[in-house]
């Protein structure tokens, strides 16, 4: 009866051992790395854009959550932004981004046009 207990343990270690080495030997996932010599930034799921802009308009970028802060910076339809967290202040929604060109701003914006869907940015039509 012993015998039969050692075997099975044997066999059940031999079966973790071969899954685990077959685990290890998948490639593994690489996600490459942004360009970082200033070349264009592919759209990427973790990057969240400013959207719903009237035509010509732009967002002001604040230094703090609220209309009454100073603009530090315009950011046009469909920029890409890092999201850095959103609240609620005053009865407004205000989130935190930071742009990813260079050089790198941080503020807040209007949280009614940050969005984390892709919509390439309108063509000027003309008649």
Same mark, same amino acid.
């Given at each position: 009866m012993r015998?039969?207990?050692?075997?099975?343990?044997?066999a059940l270690l031999a079966i973790g051992m071969t899954q685990t080495a077959m685990a290890a030997s998948r490639d593994p996932l690489v996600i490459p790395a942004p360009d970082l010599d200033g070349g =264009?930034? @592919?759209?990427?799921?973790a990057m969240w854009h400013i959207l719903g802009l009237p035509p010509g308009r732009t967002l002001n970028m604040r230094s703090g959550p609220g209309s009454r802060f100073r603009?530090?910076?315009?950011?046009?339809?469909?920029? =890409?932004? @890092?999201?850095?967290?959103?609240?609620?202040?005053l009865?407004?929604?205000?989130c935190r981004v930071a742009t990813l060109g260079a050089p790198r701003i941080s503020g807040w914006v209007n949280g009614r046009y940050v969005s984390d869907d892709f919509? =390439?940015?309108r063509q000027s039509r003309r008649p």
């Open positions: 015998s039969f207990a050692t075997l099975i343990s044997m =264009p930034i @592919e759209d990427d799921a603009v530090i910076a315009l950011l046009p339809d469909a920029t =890409p932004v @890092e999201h850095l967290g959103c609240q609620e202040r009865g407004e929604f205000w919509v =390439p940015p």
